[in-house]
């Protein structure tokens, strides 16, 4: 009787899991659609989407071969897309918290922000991942939780910066890409000639063990030219190596993106390198067909 049990097990339980990640994809494609709507309100208010990230402070390593402008040693270091959506995403509490004066030096890193950053937003995670909701390291002199490593909260998504490399430089960020969500950019519906149920907005991403990944306060874009799933392939030293990263998730098989019409769909990490390339790119002029 035991042994039987014991095969019965042995045959439901690869049953129960899938019907697991079922659900548990299911909740990541709603967390993705949330977003979606939170970039769709934002745009109705402000009649553009928010800047993918905005990393430029007073004398920054880089900053004039970046692209950053002449004179512009008043701005501050922080803030990607992730905070200017979650007042969309019924998280004005969290929003409410932070400094964004530039005359006070503002950062992610300095003062309440730091604090605020350690927040988790639901939204922002993959049921799937199974280090959850943690604090991964940024900064290397503060920490929000009891370890060293421990400061800002996690996110498992990225905005999709460029088709080719989301940096100037294999560092800092590029000011000058082919997508929607990058450095400064200040991207409208009007200049998504291509269309956007055609075109990316933000895709899922996984770390490359504990407390390393991306934060949601910034810092969280990348590109498309590793295609999908590569650091489930080969695992990255760290979420910012331009050359081992790219978007994925622990769904099997692919990943999820929210549209720049905020639908969502599970692209297959087997699509054509050039059908993603053409789905990242905001005005290529490229013809696109069914990608899922």
Not at 11 to 39: D, S, Y
Not at 58 to 75: I, K, Q, V, Y
Not at 80 to 88: D, L, N, Q, T
Not at 137 to 154: I, R
């Amino acid at each position: 009787m035991i042994a039987i049990i014991g095969v019965l097990v042995a045959l439901l339980l690869p049953a129960v899991q899938a019907a697991r990640e079922a659900a548990r994809r299911t909740t990541c494609a709603n967390n993705a659609r949330q977003i979606g709507i939170a970039f769709q309100n934002y745009h109705a208010a402000l009649r553009r989407f928010p800047t993918g990230i905005e990393m430029w402070g007073a004398g920054s390593r880089g900053r004039a071969s970046c692209g950053a402008p002449e004179g512009d040693s008043d701005r501050y270091y922080g803030w990607g897309w992730g905070v200017y959506v979650i007042p969309y995403m019924e998280a004005s509490n969290v929003y409410s918290r932070f400094d964004f004066q530039k005359r006070s030096g503002a950062s992610y890193a300095e003062g309440p922000n730091f604090a605020a950053g350690a927040e988790f937003i639901p939204a922002y995670a993959c049921p799937s991942d199974p280090l959850g909701q943690e604090l991964v390291f940024c900064c290397s002199t503060l920490q929000n939780g009891s370890a060293p490593d421990e400061d800002l909260a996690k996110t498992n998504w990225a905005g999709v910066a460029d088709s080719l490399d989301w940096s100037c430089d294999g560092t800092w960020p590029s000011a000058s890409a082919n997508g929607v969500l990058y450095q400064r950019s200040k991207t409208a519906v009007k200049d998504i000639v291509d269309g956007t149920s055609h075109t990316l907005l933000v895709g899922e991403t996984i770390g490359s063990g504990p407390n390393n990944a991306f934060f949601w306060v910034t810092w969280n874009v990348l590109h498309t030219a590793n295609g999908i799933n590569l650091p489930l392939r080969e695992p990255p030293l760290h979420p910012w190596v331009v050359s081992q990263n790219g978007f994925a998730s622990l769904h099997p098989s692919g990943c999820h993106f929210t549209l720049a019409d905020s639908s969502v769909q599970f692209i297959n990490e087997s699509i054509d390198q050039r059908v993603l390339a053409a789905l990242t790119t905001r005005d290529g002029g490229e013809v696109i067909g069914d990608v899922r």
